[in-house]
């Protein structure tokens, strides 16, 4: 079973930057994507972000193409969000998620079957 813990959650002001990161542990991640999900107060979850743990290919939502970032460290099993940019209506909970990637298409969204407890991100005006 795959443990997912995120953190670097905080309110920040519009045009700053926040990292979140993504503790994963409990397997061997090199045949899973690693995605960021976001919970507006009001609104369905929606996909921001994912990368595939064995070739460090990614995929982005328009919505934070140029702003946003995904990485990972092989060594600490941990998944970065790099924010930057930040605008008001990225304020949500952002969730961090797991699935196999064997015979996936990166930009799926769907099949994400491990989460995370999710961080806070407020971005005030």
């Known amino acids: 079973q795959v443990q997912l813990v995120e953190s670097g959650g905080g309110s920040v002001q519009a045009g700053g930057s926040l990292r979140l990161s993504c503790a994963a542990s409990g397997r061997t991640f090199s045949l899973y994507d690693m995605g960021w999900f976001r919970q507006a107060p009001g609104k369905e979850r929606e996909f921001v972000l994912t990368?595939?743990?064995?070739?460090?290919?990614?995929a982005y939502a328009d919505s934070v193409k140029g702003r946003f970032t995904i990485s990972r460290d092989l060594a600490k099993n941990t998944v970065y969000l790099q924010m930057n940019s930040l605008k008001p209506e990225d304020t949500a909970i952002y969730y961090c998620?797991?699935?196999?990637?064997?015979?996936?298409?990166?930009?799926?969204?769907?099949?994400?079957?491990?989460w995370g407890q999710g961080t806070q991100v407020t971005v005030s005006s």
């Open positions: 990368i595939r743990w064995s070739t460090g290919s990614t």
């Open positions: 998620a797991a699935r196999r990637s064997l015979g996936v298409a990166l930009l799926n969204t769907l099949g994400y079957d491990s």
